[in-house]
């Protein structure tokens, strides 16, 4: 019963929002706020993130701004009872006036994220085509070119994730969350004198469809001509599209988002809090 009314509440909500996605994961925790009628008129949605642990994620639908604080008094909670130290949501822009109400309320804007699409035909690349990549498969079999890229690309992925940490994590086990789905026959890194300069992760996440991952560089040229590289590798392999998960936290994605022509695409946005160690809730 409570399940077709939570449908109902959030049938007028695009199935790609926040507070969907977050519904539809498995043995999520809600919370409903409820009129003098008992009709659902608020409703938030707890998560969380073993690969970062230390925020609780909430994501909430409430018209009635007299539930803000209430609602948020009650996350704050939560987020003290699973002994977490953050507080994030998450929204595309425009902002819904519980969000705008937040960032009244000790709340910023800690990161934005893009994933523009671009088709692959209207990209022209034009480097000399004499430089050299190496594949995903090749570095594997490199025991020193692997720990360069997977100690490199850990410690940038942290830099970028310092907002909301990453947990403690050995390169073996990021190992086991970076490379299994990425392209292991695809150009992934520009190397020099045996040392890695630059490299972006490729993935295929939907068919025909080229995306950007994470990335590293000591020199921004190189970058760009490691993923001039792989655009044309793209092409010939029949691809038709290019996009990627851009971070406003990660300038190299972020340059990247601008450096190709993709279309404009929303902004998903990560608000967020820090508890203070003294934090009492005032509900």
Do not use: C
Request: hydrophobic share 45%.
């Amino acid at each position: 019963m409570v399940k077709n009314e939570v449908r109902q509440f959030l049938a007028n909500i695009a199935p790609q929002q926040p507070i969907w996605v977050r519904y539809r994961e498995p043995d999520h925790l809600q919370r409903e706020y409820r009129d003098e009628e008992n009709r659902l008129v608020a409703l938030a949605i707890y998560s969380t993130n073993s690969i970062h642990p230390t925020a609780l994620g909430m994501t909430v639908v409430a018209e009635d701004a007299h539930l803000f604080s209430v609602i948020l008094a009650d996350a704050q909670q939560e987020a003290r009872r699973q002994k977490k130290v953050r507080l994030v949501t998450w929204e595309f822009q425009p902002f819904s006036q519980f969000t705008d109400w937040l960032l009244t309320q000790g709340f910023a804007i800690w990161r934005q994220t893009v994933e523009p699409m671009a088709k692959l035909a209207s990209v022209t690349v034009t480097r000399n085509a004499t430089i050299q990549a190496v594949t995903l498969a090749e570095v594997i079999a490199n025991q020193s070119l692997k720990k360069q890229l997977l100690t490199w690309s850990l410690r940038q992925y942290q830099r970028v994730h310092a907002i909301n940490p990453m947990a403690p994590t050995s390169v073996e086990k990021w190992s086991h969350l970076a490379l299994p789905e990425a392209l292991p026959n695809a150009p992934v890194a520009l190397i020099r004198q045996g040392k890695l300069v630059a490299y972006t992760f490729l993935f295929e996440d939907d068919p025909g469809v080229l995306t950007f991952a994470w990335m590293g560089a000591h020199r921004i040229d190189d970058l760009w001509a490691l993923q001039e590289i792989q655009i044309k590798w793209a092409q010939r392999q029949g691809m038709k599209q290019l996009t990627g998960e851009f971070d406003s936290t990660d300038d190299l994605a972020w340059q990247t988002a601008r450096k190709w022509p993709f279309e404009p695409a929303p902004s998903y946005t990560m608000i967020g809090q820090q508890l203070p160690d003294n934090f009492e809730s005032t509900k």
